[in-house]
């Protein structure tokens, strides 16, 4: 992945007001920022303990700085993003985080700060996020059944510490809380009515994701995909289900409301119903290579050219060349590549997923 470094003869001419949009006419409105490869879990669906037993992570000197993050944040925020999620591994393992968030707070043009992480860590650094300025958590979680949700963490999860994680969050003001439940059949699928009724009425919105072929370490096999259609009649025979409209363009949940009232309910359906066509996300890996596509093969280096001493301009140049190009829409045609030999893809810690 060498540097992509502008030609001076195609200049590119950006004004802080511009609207920026990809080949298929898709805003930049989102980064995602992965603030540290490492995780606390191995999880089998993303970092599975047999590929990563004795995998070398990134060094410190290779991640990008708080100092980079900001400079990067900013130059996003000139392009149209207004939203930001801090992501990993588990982000909560890089160290004072909360002065990262406090630094991206202050972004002219930054309106949502959220945070992703599996909530083992949560618990003590709750309200220095939230003093900071994070406006939203969402947590990893995959059960409520203890042996379940162990095994899920690849044996390092403790089910207790996460709810207390958790609830910590609700008492910051860290809110909505969503949590990501990965269902794959055989698993966890018998679990979901479960943590339904474990977080039903609580205000915190549960959202299931279809088991997706993210990397190429995680042995997808869509015969483990349960579908967003097939979760939503089995819960339907429990608690019926409203459509509820979406919040804002690119959302990539489909929202549910309870009927008797009890809060909603999300689908993420990458695998049976694609979104693509409505994706606004960029993602930022811990060494500054900048990704348009969560199935992406590979990313753009942003770290040398700022290492290097680009300008802002320079850097905000770069990045609209990158985005204009832009015409992934991988979920969309992934029928069409089943069967060939699978490609190389970044992997899902690398990016946040």
């Given amino acids: ?23 298929l006419n898709r805003p930049l409105r989102d980064l995602r920022i992965s603030v540290i490869d490492t995780c606390n879990f ?34 996003f925020a000139r ?15 890089r160290k004072r985080l909360h002065e990262l968030v406090s630094r991206l707070s202050a972004i002219d043009g930054i309106e949502d700060i959220a945070l992703t992480t599996n909530a083992m860590l949560l618990a003590p650094q709750a309200e220095d996020l939230a003093r900071a300025g994070l406006g939203r958590v969402t947590v990893s979680l995959d059960s409520v059944d203890p042996d379940v949700f162990r095994a899920m963490s690849g044996g390092r999860g403790d089910l207790d510490r996460v709810l207390a994680g958790i609830e910590a969050a609700r008492a910051a003001g ?21 943590l339904l009724e474990r977080f039903r009425g609580t205000g915190t919105i549960v959202r299931f ?84 596509c969560l199935f992406a093969s ?25 985005w204009r190009g832009r015409s992934d829409r991988y979920s969309e045609v992934r029928a069409e590549v089943d069967g060939r030999r699978a490609r190389k893809r970044i992997e899902m810690y690398q990016i946040g997923g």
């Avoid at 860290?174 to 479960?194: F, S």
């Avoid at 190429?216 to 459509?243: D, K």
Wanted: proline fraction near 4%.
């Fill in 1 to 23: 992945m060498g540097r992509l470094r502008p030609d001076p003869g195609d200049h590119v001419h950006v004004t802080a007001q511009v609207i920026l949009a990809d080949t």
């Fill in 42 to 75: 191995r999880c089998p669906y993303c970092m599975p303990e047999s590929e990563y037993a004795d995998y070398s992570f990134l060094r410190c000197e290779e991640r990008l700085s708080y100092d980079e993050i900001e400079r990067l944040a900013r130059v």
């Fill in 79 to 93: 392009l149209g993003v207004n939203k930001l999620r801090l992501t990993g591994g588990e982000p909560l393992l």
């Fill in 174 to 194: 860290l809110a909505p809380i969503k949590l990501n439940v990965v269902v794959q059949r055989g698993i966890n699928d018998d679990g979901v009515v479960a």
């Fill in 209 to 292: 994701i279809e088991f997706m072929d993210v990397g190429t370490r995680n042995a997808w096999n869509r015969e483990q995909v349960v579908s967003s259609a097939e979760l939503r009649e089995r819960i339907a025979r429990h608690w019926p289900l409203r459509a509820l409209d979406e919040s804002y363009r690119g959302e990539t949940a489909e929202r549910y409301a309870f009927t008797d009232g009890a809060g909603e309910v999300g689908f993420i359906s990458s695998v049976s119903q694609p979104f693509c066509g409505d994706c606004t996300r960029a993602r930022l890996s811990t060494d500054g290579q900048l990704f348009t």
């Fill in 298 to 322: 590979q990313g753009t280096d942003l770290r040398g050219p700022l290492r290097d001493g680009a300008g802002e301009d320079e850097l905000l140049e770069l990045v609209t060349r990158i």
